[in-house]
């Protein structure tokens, strides 16, 4: 018997690796700090009004997201065609990936960067044009507009870079988009946008509404704390919106994450509030790390990097993290990425920097 084999493509596609909550261990509370997931609830309300939505769910959600599109219109002040909505950010990538590009193109993103960027390359049959990230973790913008060639359809900028943390600034990125030509899409990650805090910080807004090949992704899993939703997504021109939404699984967001979405971005104080704590908090840590001799880079997502470029060295502080109930995200051999949690959580991260030897 011989059974149908998918492209070959598809067949080295590594399958996406997510940490598993931590263990439980007697005596000792533990932590999850793999996955830059949001350590906060829900917003005030919301996971009321997910469950009182959670009674219809014997019924298909809204096809067409109406009262999300029109949340996020008001809230942006878009049009709501220059949006689109998906199954968290991630579907987003697969779509444009698989949208955009075919056997003969080349998709150019930094590296280390999302890890889901390869994934949707290989689904989609394109090649992979990797671009090594600075030894200070920033994106090197210059080497990524020399790696555009004629077969490349789409460019990946993440910023905040998942794991890195650094950002681009807005003059850095306008002078990397007058590089490229039209013809490439470039995506703008911006899965942690809320949580920047830099000068020239970039407006992915106006940045896609002034250019026809930008495409700015975003989700309600990080600063909204609604992993558990899946909800993202993305602002595009118009028809490169229109595209996205076609490619999108019909009724991907469900009637609870709708709901959970339109009730989250009624409560914009109270994000900020929170959103304002976890940088504090970001802050403590890098500046923790940086007192015990770490050169931790500019970490402007929920998340900090600490860099090895040793496969050992990483295991090393994993273990480390483990032992005093802190899972963390080992990228080796670059380095171990560690999200920005609970305080007391953050504590022992700092004790561990201080101690690592
Ligand atoms: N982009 C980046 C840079 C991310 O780090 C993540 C999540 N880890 C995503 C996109 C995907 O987010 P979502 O949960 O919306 O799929």
Not at 15 to 20: L, T
């Given at each position: 018997m011989t059974t149908p084999q998918p492209r070959p493509s598809v067949a080295a596609m590594p399958a996406y690796v997510a940490g598993k909550p931590p263990a439980e261990r007697p005596g000792l509370v533990t932590y999850k700090l793999s996955s830059n997931e949001n350590p906060y609830p829900p917003l005030d309300g919301v996971v009321e009004i997910a469950a009182a939505a959670a009674g219809r769910v014997n019924r298909y959600?809204?096809?067409?997201?109406?009262?999300?599109?029109?949340?996020?219109?008001?809230?942006?002040?878009?049009?709501?065609?220059?949006?689109?909505?998906?199954?968290?950010?991630?579907?987003?990538?697969?779509?444009?990936?698989?949208?955009?590009?075919?056997?003969?193109?080349?998709?150019?993103?930094?590296?280390?960067?999302?890890?889901a960027y390869p994934i949707a390359v290989l689904a989609a049959g394109a090649t992979a044009v990797k671009v090594p990230v600075a030894s200070d973790g920033h994106h090197d913008l210059d080497a990524m507009a020399a790696a555009i060639t004629e077969r490349t359809k789409v460019v990946f900028v993440c910023t905040p870079n998942n794991p890195t943390g650094t950002s681009v600034t807005q003059t850095e990125l306008d002078a990397f988009l007058a590089k490229v030509p039209e013809h490439v899409l470039v995506v703008v990650d911006e899965a942690y946008a809320e949580f920047v805090r830099m000068d020239d910080a970039v407006d992915g807004i106006a940045t896609y509404r002034s250019r026809p090949n930008v495409v700015v992704l975003r989700t309600f899993s990080k600063a909204y704390g609604l992993a558990g939703f899946r909800v993202g997504y993305a602002f595009a021109p118009a028809p490169i919106a229109a595209t996205l939404r076609a490619m999108a699984l019909p009724f991907g967001v469900n009637v609870v994450a709708q709901a959970a979405g339109v009730a989250s971005l009624e409560r914009k104080t109270e994000l900020l509030a929170r959103v304002d704590d976890l940088v504090t908090e970001r802050v403590r840590v890098v500046e923790g790390?940086?007192?015990?001799?770490?050169?931790?880079?500019?970490?402007?997502?929920?998340?900090v990097w600490f860099a090895f470029g040793s496969a050992d060295r990483c295991a090393e502080f994993a273990a480390g993290a483990d032992e005093i109930g802190l899972m963390v995200r080992p990228y080796p051999p670059e380095g171990v990425r560690v999200s920005i949690g609970e305080a007391e959580a953050n504590t022992r991260l700092i004790e561990l920097a201080g101690s690592f030897p």
């Amino acid at each position: 018997m011989t059974t149908p084999q998918p492209r070959p493509s598809v067949a080295a596609m590594p399958a996406y690796v997510a940490g598993k909550p931590p263990a439980e261990r007697p005596g000792l509370v533990t932590y999850k700090l793999s996955s830059n997931e949001n350590p906060y609830p829900p917003l005030d309300g919301v996971v009321e009004i997910a469950a009182a939505a959670a009674g219809r769910v014997n019924r298909y959600p809204d096809a067409g997201n109406t009262e999300l599109y029109e949340a996020l219109a008001t809230n942006y002040q878009v049009p709501a065609e220059e949006l689109a909505l998906s199954t968290g950010a991630v579907a987003l990538i697969f779509q444009l990936v698989s949208a955009y590009c075919g056997p003969e193109d080349e998709v150019v993103f930094a590296w280390r960067s999302f890890e889901a960027y390869p994934i949707a390359v290989l689904a989609a049959g394109a090649t992979a044009v990797k671009v090594p990230v600075a030894s200070d973790g920033h994106h090197d913008l210059d080497a990524m507009a020399a790696a555009i060639t004629e077969r490349t359809k789409v460019v990946f900028v993440c910023t905040p870079n998942n794991p890195t943390g650094t950002s681009v600034t807005q003059t850095e990125l306008d002078a990397f988009l007058a590089k490229v030509p039209e013809h490439v899409l470039v995506v703008v990650d911006e899965a942690y946008a809320e949580f920047v805090r830099m000068d020239d910080a970039v407006d992915g807004i106006a940045t896609y509404r002034s250019r026809p090949n930008v495409v700015v992704l975003r989700t309600f899993s990080k600063a909204y704390g609604l992993a558990g939703f899946r909800v993202g997504y993305a602002f595009a021109p118009a028809p490169i919106a229109a595209t996205l939404r076609a490619m999108a699984l019909p009724f991907g967001v469900n009637v609870v994450a709708q709901a959970a979405g339109v009730a989250s971005l009624e409560r914009k104080t109270e994000l900020l509030a929170r959103v304002d704590d976890l940088v504090t908090e970001r802050v403590r840590v890098v500046e923790g790390a940086r007192a015990a001799g770490w050169d931790v880079p500019d970490a402007q997502g929920n998340f900090v990097w600490f860099a090895f470029g040793s496969a050992d060295r990483c295991a090393e502080f994993a273990a480390g993290a483990d032992e005093i109930g802190l899972m963390v995200r080992p990228y080796p051999p670059e380095g171990v990425r560690v999200s920005i949690g609970e305080a007391e959580a953050n504590t022992r991260l700092i004790e561990l920097a201080g101690s690592f030897p």
